[in-house]
């Protein structure tokens, strides 16, 4: 995956949440949904680990329904 497709993967998932919604991100400290998403636009570093947590987010949804449907 390419990084376009990745920060737009992030950004459309972030779009879909409430948008009263915050999230903190490490030692980066605390983000509106909006402020999270120029973030991802812009390539900070913010932005960069708001992809590398979806992404790891994304890789243990397969275990996670796993163990759900046990």
């Not at 390419?2 to 950004?11: A, F, H, R, T």
């Not at 490490?26 to 947590?53: H, P, W, Y």
């Amino acid at each position: 995956m390419d990084d376009d497709y990745l920060m737009k993967l992030v950004v459309t998932r972030l779009q879909s949440m409430p948008p009263n919604s915050s999230f903190s991100i490490g030692r980066f400290g605390d983000f509106t949904k909006e402020q999270l998403i120029r973030e991802v636009m812009g390539g900070s570093n913010v932005g960069k680990a708001a992809i590398e947590m979806e992404l790891n987010f994304l890789r243990e949804m397969p275990k996670l329904s796993r163990k759900l449907s046990l």
